[in-house]
């Protein structure tokens, strides 16, 4: 069955800090990968995407990713944490495979940031 | 404004009452799911759509019941809702494939299901 880890929970940086969340997935054919963030209250919005043009994603609020085959991994980072990026994080990924084209979610990473 | 409508954005009812939460989208999107989250177990699929008269379960469907007579709407129905159905809701929308599944989903803002 397909899945996607999302390796920590919590993940607590200090502001000016490298955030660095990660995921994995499971398949050996590459999926369409997301990373959605979901700030207090509020539904999930993407962040950005995979889609097997550039290996490196850059998305909005300077967070990229990374597509690595090798380590099945699609890790979100941000060089330098703001106040305002405390939220969850979530991984999710679609495999093609059987036409239902339904992304499944990690179960999310709550991004704390510390002043 | 292109987007994910949710109704109600709260809700508190008792053991069996049956209930129905909206959701619309005017986006023309294909694709529509349902989604709960709870606390360490994030987002779970109860069902998904996609096309008008074409849903499926996802993973935790008990319980639960969806239509999509129409391409904008696709609302989720507690026939007899329990308390462990309390939860956060989320719908959500995608145009599909080909191109449509590299957009990603759109969500709604959420419902918070509270069954006493």
């Known amino acids: 069955a397909q899945s996607v880890t999302q390796l920590g929970s919590h993940v607590s940086v200090s502001e000016g800090a490298l955030v660095l969340l990660r995921c994995n997935y499971s398949s050996s054919v590459p999926p369409y990968l997301f990373w959605y963030v979901q700030y207090p209250n509020q539904g999930l919005q993407l962040l950005l995407k995979?889609?097997?043009?550039?290996?490196l994603v850059k998305g909005i609020n300077g967070f990229e990713a990374e597509f690595k085959k090798s380590e099945t991994s699609f890790h979100l980072t941000k060089p330098s944490a703001h106040m305002s990026d405390a939220a969850e994080y979530f991984c999710?990924?679609?495999?093609?495979?059987?036409?239902?084209?339904?992304?499944?979610f990690g179960r999310g990473t709550s991004l704390i940031v510390h002043p | 404004e292109a987007q994910v409508t949710q109704n109600p954005r709260y809700l508190i009812t008792v053991t069996g009452k049956k209930l129905t939460v909206t959701c619309s989208q005017n986006?023309?999107?294909?694709?529509m799911s349902w989604y709960r989250q709870d606390p360490g177990l994030g987002l779970r699929q109860i069902y998904y759509?996609?096309?008008?008269?074409?849903?499926d379960k996802g993973d935790v469907p008990e319980g639960y019941k969806v239509s999509r007579k129409e391409k904008r709407n696709f609302p989720l129905i507690l026939e007899s809702p329990s308390p462990n159905q309390t939860s956060l809701y989320f719908c959500a929308s995608s145009l599909g494939p080909p191109g449509g599944v590299g957009d990603g989903y759109t969500f709604g803002s959420g419902t918070r299901l509270t069954v006493v």
């Open positions: 759509s996609m096309n008008v008269e074409v849903t």
């Open positions: 995979y889609t097997s043009a550039a290996t």
């Open positions: 986006m023309n999107h294909e694709y």
């Open positions: 999710a990924v679609i495999y093609a495979s059987g036409g239902s084209y339904i992304p499944t």
